[in-house]
């Protein structure tokens, strides 16, 4: 009801068309193109042959918007999305700017211009904040357009944006929810700071903006109606017409709401250059006399005090505008309506929400260094003179400085090394796959991708890829592979051995997808990409471990080339070295975690020879002998080279 009454107090509806551009609009109203150019060459009946700027200038502007319209018709440009600058040069330059063009000493300010209203708000704190020096102190905030007189008095603004199509429709900026409204509320604090706060004509005042998103236009409104700070109103949308076929029921509209702005203006101009407080003087005076005597008009602070006439007349409420909610707030919280009431002399009120804040000297500012001997803390600014704490860089040395000698993390031997290229693949098991699932996170039912486990929050991240684990069990724990039961349909970069048994089992599905950089920001987001990039072939490494997936051979081949001659050397010089290795070892199995298979008993030596391993030469000699001889099939190169025959368990790495 509060939020109603607002609404419709003291509203002020905008100036309707006068009769003669009423009907010079409507002889436009045309279908094709050739009647609109036929109109074009009449000449003007209310005009005749005497053009005077004062009276004929509204029909002389719509005679050039309506010329510019149909060049562009014409063209076919306005069916095309084009950026910000060109609806600014070809569209609403001509239409808005036009428009404003005869009202007194204005012209509108086009190119990301500041606002000297918002400036002066900025600057109020400063000692002079005057309007010659807001280029040394902070500047205002930037707008499209900026209606401003060359007395830097400002009267409206607006905001342009390009028109955005999408597959799922047109979007455009918003720009009635952002700093629009903002800095409009800077420019009525100006303008009733200029009429020197007078309340009759307060209630008069009103400044305009335009929102701009490639063809659509919405006009919004501020005033001060009586009572309230401040209320704006949102517009209806107007669109320029695509085409002369809808050019009758979209395009004059707007021209007409265009109009009906810029009379509202021209208005406010007239007030605020003709602006009197006579009738002030007599509303102070009826004021005083309907509240002689009363209690209101008294505060009791141990002897009676009036309040000052200056703060008896400020209204009890103000309205609060927020892009998504309007609210009531006292006028004393000055925090939410410092940003167009902080001209004004605050009074003071009880203790409530509204009003709570620190006491005087509560806060104690920091001491600025160096700044002359009258601050205490000047030239040497505490640090005295010379020596290692005066210097710069808080004189200070790192961390693990010793004077001079060789630190630690130097004297002490180091082991392995860093590999730039290394992958980091995020782990997810197996049981968190599941509970995910159950908890309908996850539509089972659907392909699962990498993005959906992102998207859900399963995993925290998405470096290098994604790889699945079983989760085998630890102590006392069980292993999370029993709990998975629902068959699936996933895709991660890598999986192990125990964790592809356990989801083919489930009767599910597992693709271990390679994906560059490129490939994974395009799965993540993949609205940020007109066309998709395809996916490349895995490098020389990569490439050498989607090998053994594919083979079943269970382990990284040593040599990856398809030249036997080389095959045949590097299997020569690693058997040499095997032969001379002093850090020769035997183990049970070979298992470093990755889901590598087991081999023969013969086959359970691991020797580091030049990044080379016994059990790479031998699946070397296999793969040796499956290029030499195609025909064969490779469990039967496998057996004939090691005596065993081959292992049939399925490993990825």
């Known amino acids: 009801m509060e939020l109603e009454e607002i609404r419709l107090h003291n509203r002020r509806e905008l100036p309707n068309l006068p009769d003669d551009l009423l009907k010079h609009m409507m002889t436009f109203a045309k279908g094709t193109i050739q009647e609109l150019r036929k109109q074009l060459q009449q000449p003007i009946d209310a005009i005749g042959d005497n053009f005077i700027r004062e009276i004929h200038y509204d029909l002389d502007w719509l005679q ?17 999305n084009h950026h910000e600058q060109w609806y600014n040069i070809h569209l609403w330059g001509p239409i808005v700017d036009q ?3 005869n009202i007194l000493d204005m012209e509108g300010v086009r190119g990301e211009s500041c606002s000297v209203a918002s400036g002066i708000r900025k600057n109020i704190n400063r000692e002079t904040p005057s309007k010659e020096a807001l280029t040394k102190w902070k500047c205002g905030r930037k707008a499209d357009l900026i209606l401003r007189t060359t007395a830097d008095l400002e009267f409206g603004g607006g905001e342009a ?103 509202a203006v021209r208005n406010c101009v007239h007030l605020v250059l003709t602006h009197t407080t006579d009738g002030d003087a007599e509303d102070e005076v009826l004021r005083l006399i309907k509240e002689a005597g009363s209690t209101d008009s008294f505060e009791s602070r141990g002897d009676v005090l009036k309040i000052p006439p200056c703060l008896a007349t400020l209204p009890p409420t103000s309205l609060v505008h927020h892009c998504h909610r309007s609210v009531l707030l006292p006028i004393c919280a000055s925090a939410a309506t410092r940003s167009f009431v902080s001209f004004i002399e605050q009074p003071k009120k009880k203790i ?92 089972a039912s659907q392909p699962i991708t990498m993005k959906h486990l992102l998207d859900t929050r399963c995993i925290h991240k998405l470096q290098d890829g994604v790889k699945l684990l079983a989760d085998v069990g630890f102590r006392h724990f069980p292993p999370g592979a029993e709990y998975f039961k629902t068959p699936v349909n996933i895709e991660v970069s890598r999986a192990s051995r125990k964790a592809i048994e356990t989801v083919e089992q489930a009767g599910g599905t597992i693709i271990c997808q390679h994906y560059h950089s490129l490939g994974l920001r395009a799965l993540r987001f993949p609205e940020k990409f007109n066309k998709l990039p395809k996916i490349p072939f895995p490098g020389r490494k990569e490439k050498g471990k989607l090998d053994c997936s594919v083979l079943g051979i269970g382990c990284v081949i040593g040599i990856r080339t398809h030249k036997t ?45 030049n990044k080379m391993t016994v059990t790479g030469i031998v699946m070397a000699l296999v793969y040796e002998n499956r290029l030499r001889r195609r025909e064969a099939p490779l469990q039967e190169c496998f057996e004939k080279e090691t005596g065993k025959p081959p292992p049939n368990q399925r490993m990825t790495v």
């Not at 050039?64 to 095309?80: D, I, P, W």
């Not at 409530?352 to 000297?361: F, I, R, S, V």
């Not at 035997?586 to 020797?607: C, I, K, Q, R, S």
């Open 161 to 263: 944006g390009r028109m955005y199509k999408s597959e799922k429709g047109t979007k455009w900026l918003l720009e009635s929810g952002m700093k629009l409204p903002k800095m409009l509320k800077d420019m009525l604090a100006q303008l009733a700071a200029e009429v020197n706060w007078s309340k009759r004509t307060l209630r008069e005042l009103l400044v305009v903006g335009f929102v701009h998103g490639g063809r659509r236009q919405m006009l919004l409104e501020l005033d001060c109606p009586e009572g309230f700070t401040c209320r704006l109103r949102r517009g209806k949308v107007y669109n320029v017409a695509e085409s002369v076929e809808t050019h009758a029921a979209k395009t004059l509209p707007l021209l007409a709401a265009t109009w009906r702005a810029k009379a």
């Open 352 to 443: 409530g929400l509204g009003t709570l804040a620190d006491n005087e000297g509560a806060t104690k500012e920091r001491t600025r260094l160096g700044r002359g001997p009258g601050s205490g803390r000047g030239k040497t600014a505490g640090r005295g003179h010379k020596g290692q704490n005066a210097r710069s860089g808080n004189g200070k040395p790192t961390p693990i400085f010793e004077g001079g000698q060789t630190p630690l993390v130097k004297r002490i031997p180091k082991r392995g090394f860093h590999n730039p290229e290394r992958k980091e693949y995020q782990p997810l098991n197996l049981d968190r796959l599941q509970h995910w699932i159950d908890t309908r996170r996850i539509d």
């Open 565 to 609: 001659g080389v095959i045949w050397r590097r299997r020569k010089t690693s058997k040499r070295h095997v032969k001379s290795s002093p850090h020769r070892r035997h183990d049970t199995h070979v298992n470093d975690g990755d889901g590598w298979n087991t081999f023969p008993n013969d086959l359970h030596l691991e020797l580091r020879t």
């Open 64 to 80: 050039y918007a309506m010329y510019t319209l149909v060049r562009e018709y014409e063209s076919g440009a306005l069916k095309v």
């Open 99 to 101: 428009c404003f063009a």
